[in-house]
């Protein structure tokens, strides 16, 4: 290696947040998945595609979430073309997709950030 190469500094882990060392690559969309795509127009492929991004922001417990087991992943789509926010609960042992949807403006700052943000009054 030549002396006067300067090793790139990497690029930061944006999914350093984990849930139960589960990464939701994969869930099942047999419950919501027709409802998801009736309401938001998003169908269970491409809220997948968003669930494998590797750049996708995990926020454990989601924001919004009353009960606290449910987990907000916020991706990109290439098929939608757009930043998504995915709702995920595991149950017994089976992780289920419950809703997506075109990323709001905060998911989309948390997205561009790669850091998790704080909780806040607004219901999607």
Request: proline share 5%; net charge negative; no cysteine.
């Amino acid at each position: 290696m030549n002396d006067d190469m300067v090793e790139p500094t990497p690029l930061p882990n944006r999914n350093a947040m984990h849930y139960d060392g589960r990464v939701f690559e994969r869930v099942d969309w047999s419950h919501r998945g027709a409802y998801m795509q009736g309401k938001h127009g998003i169908t269970p492929a491409i809220a997948d595609e968003a669930l494998e991004d590797p750049n996708r922001v995990m926020i454990d417990p989601d924001y919004n979430s009353e009960s606290g087991k449910s987990v907000r992943i916020i991706g990109f789509s290439v098929a939608a073309d757009d930043v998504i926010s995915v709702i995920v609960l595991e149950n017994d042992g089976t992780e289920y997709g419950v809703n997506g949807w075109a990323a709001n403006e905060k998911d989309r700052r948390l997205y561009a950030a790669g850091s998790e943000g704080e909780a806040d009054d607004q219901r999607d």
